[in-house]
Nanobody, 126 residues
Framework: QVQLVESGGGLVQAGGSLRLSCAAS????????LGWFRQAPGKERAFVAA????????TYSDSVAGRFTISRDNAKKMGYLQMNSLKPDDTAVYYC???????????????????WGQGTQVTVSQ
């Protein structure tokens, strides 16, 4: 069984930065792609970023590309999302999740990821 726990969320002013962490436990992590998603009030869970099993390939949603950086440390079983130049529209609960496969090809929708962490709140003020 794999368990994921997000941390690092908080309140930050527009233009500021936060780094989210995703701690994994269990017997698998390095063989799975890692994704970050977010869900704002009244909206569906949306893709943010993903990284393949080795960390050699990353992809981002258009809304965060150039501002966010996803990374992972397989030895520590940790995933990260560095968020810079934050905007009020980035306000959401952020979730990390693993994929059953190691690649990040195809449509990166929530349905192809799991298990999920519990989420961490990110609030960006004007």
């Amino acid at each position: 069984q794999v368990q994921l726990v997000e941390s690092g969320g908080g309140l930050v002013q527009a233009g500021g930065s936060l780094r989210l962490s995703c701690a994994a436990s269990g017997f698998t992590f390095s063989s799975n792609a890692l994704g970050w998603f977010r869900q704002a009030p009244g909206k569906e869970r949306a893709f943010v970023a993903a990284i393949n099993l080795s960390g050699s390939i990353t992809t981002y949603s258009d809304s965060v590309a150039g501002r966010f950086t996803i990374s992972r440390d397989n030895a520590k079983k940790m995933g990260y999302l560095q968020m810079n130049s934050l905007k009020p529209d980035d306000t959401a609960v952020y979730y990390c999740a693993l994929r059953s496969e190691g690649h990040i090809n195809g449509d990166l929708v929530p349905a192809v990821f799991g298990p999920w962490g519990q989420g961490t709140q990110v609030t960006v003020s004007q």
